[in-house]
C-alpha cells in the first residue's frame, strides 16, 4: 500500500492531471520489492515513471539509497527534469534523493527511536 499528495501547481492548465495520482509515475508500491512516493515536475516524472523505475532498480538488486540515487539522475539526465523521492524496501531501509534545491522530506522507522527529518 502507499499513499502520495501533492502541492499542486500553480497556473496549471484546466484538467492538468499531475505525477501524483498516476501509479508509475508519482507513486508505486510492491510488498515483495518496496514502495516509492516522489515529487517535483510532475510531467518531467510522468516521463520516466520515476516511482516504477526506482522500484525496477531495486528489484535488480540496487541498495534503497543507491536506487533512489539512480532514479533522480535518470530523471535529469533523460528529461532534464526536477524531483525527489522518497522510498522504502521490504526490510525498512530508507532511501531518498533529489536534484532540487531543497525537498522536505521525513520518515521514522522501527528501532530509529526518533523521526529523520530534513528540508
Not at 498516476?22 to 508500491?29: D, K, M, N, S, V
Not at 516522489?38 to 516524472?45: F, K, N, P, Q, R
Not at 539522475?73 to 532511501?95: F, N
Request: aromatic share 6%; net charge neutral.
Amino acid at each position: 500500500m502507499a499513499g502520495n499528495s501533492t502541492g499542486g501547481t500553480p497556473y496549471k492548465h484546466p484538467g492538468r492531471v499531475g505525477d501524483s495520482p498516476l501509479i508509475g509515475c508519482g507513486i508505486y508500491a510492491d510488498n515483495s520489492v518496496g514502495g516509492a512516493a516522489c515529487t517535483g515536475w510532475g510531467e518531467s516524472i510522468i516521463r520516466v515513471a520515476m516511482a516504477k523505475t526506482a522500484l525496477d532498480l531495486l528489484r535488480k538488486g540496487s541498495p534503497v539509497q543507491e536506487a533512489a540515487a539512480l532514479a533522480v539522475r535518470i530523471l535529469e539526465e533523460k528529461v532534464k527534469g526536477r524531483g525527489g523521492l522518497v522510498m522504502i524496501d521490504p526490510e525498512g531501509e530508507i532511501g531518498y534523493a533529489f536534484n532540487t534545491p531543497t525537498m522536505a522530506y521525513a520518515y521514522l522507522s522501527e528501532g530509529l527511536g526518533q523521526p529523520v527529518a530534513g528540508i
